[in-house]
C-alpha cells in the first residue's frame, strides 16, 4: 500500500515554525500536536522562513542550550562589506595613532622651541 504524503498550506508551516521558535516546545511536542509524519520537517520549515536571524537559547530538558541560527550561511555581499569593515577600522586605528603621534611632535615642539604651533582661539586673524 502507497503512503500519501503530507500537503500543509505555507501559512499553517509558518505558524508551526514560529510556534517553535518562540516557544519551548521541542520539535516532537509540535509533530504529536499537529499530526506531522517527517521528522525534519519543522526544521526545513524554519530554514525556508529565515526564522533564526541569530542564535536562540532554547530550553530543553531542563538545561540551556544555544542552537546556531538554520539561515545563517553569509552571502558573498555579506562577506566581502565584512572585509571592507575590518580594513576600515584597521585605517581608523592606524589614523588615531598618526594623530595622537602628530599631537605628541608639536606638544614637544612648542615645548622646546617655545614656538605656538596651534592657532589660539578667540585670536584675530
Known amino acids: 500500500m502507497k503512503q500519501r504524503r503530507q500537503r500543509f498550506s505555507d501559512e499553517f508551516r509558518f505558524k508551526v515554525a514560529r ?43 531542563g538545561c540551556q542550550q544555544i542552537e546556531k541560527s538554520m539561515g545563517q550561511q553569509k552571502t558573498r555581499e555579506e562577506k566581502v562589506l565584512e572585509q571592507k569593515v575590518r580594513e576600515l577600522e584597521e585605517q581608523l586605528k592606524y589614523e588615531k595613532l598618526r594623530s595622537t603621534a602628530l599631537d605628541t611632535m608639536i606638544n614637544i615642539a612648542e615645548k622646546e622651541f617655545k614656538i605656538p604651533i596651534r592657532k589660539k582661539s578667540g585670536t584675530e586673524q
Open 19 to 61: 510556534e517553535y521558535m518562540v516557544t519551548d516546545s521541542s520539535q516532537e511536542e509540535l509533530q504529536e500536536k499537529y499530526n506531522i509524519k517527517g521528522s525534519s520537517c519543522i526544521t526545513n520549515w524554519v530554514r525556508k522562513f529565515g526564522l533564526t536571524p541569530e542564535p536562540i537559547i532554547r530550553r530543553r530538558n
